[in-house]
């Protein structure tokens, strides 16, 4: 059975919730008076500590942009690596020399 996906929360959702919690409620409680589950809630909190710099066990939300990014161009580089050097292998073979 295939998973559905989600849109995300809007960040003011999000932030609202994230608040509650800082304020004392426990993702649980939030989870049956939300749709979020308590773990959904549990992991917002724990990112946007680290995004806040109070937590360092993960990547801050930036940090997770800038290696989807980073993923996205070696993928390119490899795939442009890949074209050039079957390029070159052709126009080797087309013009009869063998590049050392």
């Known amino acids: 059975m295939p998973q559905?996906?989600?849109q995300p929360y809007?960040?003011?959702?999000?932030?609202?919730?994230?608040e509650?919690?800082?304020?004392?409620?426990?993702p649980a409680e939030l989870a049956r008076e939300f749709e979020p589950?308590?773990?959904?809630i549990a992991n917002q909190v724990k990112?946007?500590?680290r995004d806040a710099g109070t937590r360092s066990?993960?990547?801050?939300?930036?940090?997770?942009?800038?290696?989807?990014?980073?993923?996205?161009?070696?993928?390119?580089l490899k795939m442009e690596k890949e074209i050039?050097?079957?390029?070159?292998a052709?126009?080797?073979r087309k013009s009869g020399t063998l590049p050392e």
Do not use: M
Not at 10 to 18: C, D, L
Not at 37 to 40: E, G, K, L, S
Not at 61 to 72: F, G, S, V
């Open 57 to 76: 066990d993960g990547l801050t939300t930036d940090e997770r942009e800038e290696l989807r990014q980073l993923r996205k161009q070696v993928k390119r």
């Open 84 to 88: 050039l050097g079957k390029a070159a």
């Open 4 to 6: 559905r996906h989600r």
């Open 90 to 92: 052709w126009f080797a």
């Open 20 to 26: 509650l919690v800082r304020s004392g409620r426990t």
């Open 47 to 49: 990112q946007a500590d």
């Open 37 to 40: 589950t308590a773990q959904t």
């Open 10 to 18: 809007p960040p003011e959702f999000r932030q609202r919730i994230i």
